[in-house]
């Protein structure tokens, strides 16, 4: 069975609406929902940002909107599954550093969670991503 690997820039996607998430929701929907997943990196990135963004917020009002995009976070994360960051992950991570692939700690561990489950990442990151030997990259917002 293959496996795709949501990258956060196309959770990002599915979270916002719009154009975008139209075309990835239908290509989502060529594939079985057991192949599709995304990591515990990208579930940390994403919820960092809502957990800073509702810090910011200084009325009730704010608090309220913010409050509702990260249940709406919360949502897309529990109708995914969760790809951990495993030693297999991280003994990868440890090669490339070695490698000097330059790309994001944090894609880094993307990167290498892909790898060692040898699935396909889901980014619009292409160029980043196409920097890691052996890893499958594919942009299904376009």
Request: hydrophobic content about 45%.
């Amino acid at each position: 069975m293959r496996v795709y690997l949501l990258d956060t820039d196309h959770l990002s996607v599915l979270e916002r609406g719009g154009a975008n998430s139209e075309r990835l929701q239908r290509r989502l929907q060529t594939v079985s929902p057991d192949e599709i997943a995304a990591t515990v990196i990208s579930y940390e990135e994403q919820t960092r940002g809502w957990l800073s963004y509702i810090a910011r917020a200084r009325s009730p009002e704010e608090q309220v909107t913010a409050y509702g995009y990260l249940q709406r976070h919360l949502r897309v994360f529990c109708a995914v599954p969760l790809i951990a960051f495993d030693p297999a992950a991280a003994a990868i991570v440890r090669q490339l550093q070695m490698q000097r692939i330059r790309i994001g700690t944090m894609d880094l561990k993307i990167a290498s969670i892909a790898l060692a489950r040898g699935a396909s990442l889901l980014t619009r990151n292409v160029a980043d991503f196409q920097k890691v030997p052996g890893l499958r990259v594919e942009d299904w917002t376009v």
